[in-house]
């Protein structure tokens, strides 16, 4: 999928460039966000032994190569708006394309769902959050794939302007995008987990009428103060005890690191979240023995 994705991209910027398709080049910049959103999938995947359920961990090197990606997709859409701009003031001629060339479009849109469906699938199987969040990136790739094949039929039968216009659209896709994805990666490449999240999982799941365990994020110094976020699934005959089982969580990490602020997230069998009472701050006094000086 990571070569098909380099394919693509290369494919659309020769050919947007050669046919002065402003759109192809737009959907280029969503096959750039997708191929480095895999790369950064594989690279945060490497260790076979890290449970696949916690977000990747990455290190200096996917961090230098985020700021690259930052910089290339800035740069390719002000190129792109660039162009946009000179045509609308007449500076430059108008799309020039043939069947063939919406025919390869039309294919890389139907080549962009088989990704993310079997990668979807694969997700699923592997209990793998990174491989999910990257498979809805490959199919909005797909969609946006779509959505140029649209503009290029408009441009074949004289409605010349629907790929300026559907352009702007894309180039707003990415952007977006763009953000989403960062929000999603940002806390593993700048906040490192102060403990390790199968450590948190080991314990936790431990706990009685606790079904499954996600850390979404733990910092802090250990032995002084950790912050951690947890996302539990609790067993349906134990949600009436759940302030009861949030306050033994709580006990079991600070019996093993020490002082812990626990924030607890209740969530079903589908990972939606779930109203439930949440032990007030009075309700940890009576941990207060457990602080290590």
């Not at 806390?187 to 499954?212: K, M, Y």
């Not at 949600?239 to 306050?247: F, S």
């Amino acid at each position: 999928m990571l070569w098909a994705l380099v394919v693509m991209l290369v494919l659309k910027l020769l050919v947007g460039w050669a046919t002065s398709s402003i759109v192809l080049m737009a959907t280029a910049m969503h096959t750039l966000l997708s191929a480095f959103s895999t790369v950064i999938s594989l690279q945060g995947n490497r260790f076979p032994k890290r449970s696949r359920s916690f977000p990747a961990q990455h290190g200096r090197l996917e961090i230098g190569t985020t700021f690259l990606l930052w910089a290339l997709l800035g740069f390719g859409e002000f190129s792109i708006l660039t162009m946009l701009f000179r045509r609308w003031q007449g500076a430059t001629g108008g799309v020039t394309l043939s069947m063939a060339l919406v025919q390869l479009v039309g294919l890389m849109g139907l080549v962009g769902f088989c990704f993310a469906f079997m990668e979807r699938y694969v997700a699923r199987v592997t209990n793998s959050s990174v491989l999910s969040s990257n498979a809805s990136l490959i199919l909005q790739e797909a969609w946006l794939n779509l959505l140029a094949l649209c503009s290029l039929l408009f441009v074949r039968y004289g409605y010349g302007g629907a790929d300026g216009a559907l352009a702007l659209l894309i180039l707003l896709f990415v952007v977006l995008n763009t953000w989403g994805w960062l929000n999603r990666q940002l806390p593993q490449l700048f906040h490192a987990h102060a403990i390790a999240p199968e450590a948190i999982a080991h314990i936790v799941q431990r706990t009685e009428g606790v079904l499954r365990c996600v850390l979404l994020r733990s910092d802090g110094l250990v032995g002084r103060q950790v912050r951690v976020n947890l996302q539990l699934q609790l067993h349906p005959e134990f949600e009436t005890m759940a302030a009861t089982i949030a306050q033994r969580v709580e006990i079991s990490l600070r019996q093993h690191y020490g002082p812990v602020a626990t924030t607890i997230e209740w969530v079903d069998a589908k990972g939606l979240p779930v109203k439930q009472r949440v032990p007030q701050p009075q309700d940890r006094r009576s941990l207060d023995f457990l602080d290590w000086n």
